[in-house]
């Protein structure tokens, strides 16, 4: 356990439906990211929250929206998604904030979306 | 912009060999190599971080070198197991960018018992 959660583990969805992504972090860090990792793609950052601030969008489309309440808890919002978006995305935290740039950062276990 | 290539993108080998992986970047200007460990559908997990300014890190089995100036790394495992069997992942963390990592392809490893 990486002290880094995500839920639920497992998705299927339609191109219709709106559905969320949820991460925590019970390591005390203040940077979150999200990352999408696709079949023989290299994993891709999509999203940096530092201090419950966006800081980075990798020029991801506006179907994916994130959300960071507070710097335990970071979401991504899914609506009217393609198939190609069928991946596996990951929610990675680190300590620091995105300046920390020689702390690591600490990954879930990700969710497995298929969108139909 | 930076680019993170790993050979070979597989790898299989019997049980005690020892395995090398490789991982080349094509920016220098960078803060850290991290090598991530990761099981069939899971997250990453790491295994070894090296700054900069050092040249290797050693933890148990693993041995991982830098060489800054060639733009290359490599993941030494000793004596491998089937356990070990796992796809890994190299990243950099660019100087250019803050604390965005930018990935290889992953080597997928496959150790037969």
């Known amino acids: 356990e990486t002290g880094v959660t995500q839920t639920p583990r497992h998705l299927v969805m339609g191109m219709t439906n709106k559905k969320s992504l949820k991460c925590e972090q019970h390591l005390g860090h203040n940077a979150m990211y999200w990352y999408k990792q696709s079949a023989k793609k290299p994993l891709e950052l999509m999203f940096v929250y530092s201090l419950e601030e966006r800081v980075e969008n990798n020029s991801v489309p506006s179907r994916f929206s994130p959300e960071c309440p507070n710097s335990s808890h970071l979401f991504l919002h899914l609506h009217t998604l393609q198939p190609e978006d069928s991946a596996l995305y990951l929610c990675?935290?680190?300590?620091?904030?995105?300046?920390?740039?020689?702390?690591?950062?600490?990954f879930g276990p990700g969710t497995r979306l298929l969108v139909l | 912009k930076q680019e993170v290539t790993q050979i070979p993108a597989a790898l299989s080998v019997p049980e005690g060999e020892n395995l090398v992986l490789n991982c080349s970047f094509t920016?220098?200007?960078?803060?850290?190599l991290q090598w991530f460990r990761q099981d069939p559908g899971k997250g990453l997990t790491s295994l070894l971080l090296i700054q900069s300014s050092q040249r290797e890190q050693t933890s148990g089995r693993l041995n991982a070198s830098l060489d800054k100036s060639s733009g290359r790394s490599t993941l030494y495992i000793a004596a491998s197991q089937p356990g070990d069997s796992a796809t890994y992942l190299c990243a950099v963390r660019i100087k250019a960018a803050g604390n965005k990592l930018t990935f290889g392809g992953g080597t997928r490893v496959l150790v037969k018992p």
């Open positions: 990675a935290s680190s300590q620091g904030g995105v300046g920390g740039v020689r702390e690591t950062q600490y």
């Open positions: 920016d220098s200007a960078i803060y850290n």
